[in-house]
Nanobody, 123 residues
Framework: QVHLVESGGGLVQAGGSLRLSCAAS????????MGWFRQAPGKEREFVTA????????YYADSVKGRFTISRDNAENTVYLQMNSLKPEDTAVYFC????????????????WGQGTQVTVST
């Protein structure tokens, strides 16, 4: 069992930056692919980025490529999402997820989810 807790969300102006953190419990954190998803009001949950267990491979949605960076610290059981050049369309609840599936761009590929943290980007 893995318990995930996100933090770091908030209100930021367009062009600004935020860093989200996701702290995980459990001793098998490094065996999980970790992903970030987001969900805006009235929209489906969408893939943002993912990182494999060792951190050797990362994957990004086209909409955030070049602006967002995912990283992880397995010693601290934490995954991070650095978000730069934020846009109003990045406004959403951001969720951290953990899983062992190959389908890392699909929410169904993840077994564990955090409660989410709100990110609001103003114009």
């Amino acid at each position: 069992q893995v318990h995930l807790v996100e933090s770091g969300g908030g209100l930021v102006q367009a062009g600004g930056s935020l860093r989200l953190s996701c702290a995980a419990s459990g001793r098998t954190f490094s065996s999980y692919t970790m992903g970030w998803f987001r969900q805006a009001p009235g929209k489906e949950r969408e893939f943002v980025t993912a990182i494999t267990g060792t951190g050797s491979n990362t994957y990004y949605a086209d909409s955030v490529k070049g602006r967002f960076t995912i990283s992880r610290d397995n010693a601290e059981n934490t995954v991070y999402l650095q978000m730069n050049s934020l846009k109003p369309e990045d406004t959403a609840v951001y969720f951290c997820a953990g899983g062992r599936s190959f389908f890392l761009r699909n929410p169904n590929g993840y077994d564990y989810w955090g409660q989410g943290t709100q990110v609001t980007v103003s114009t």
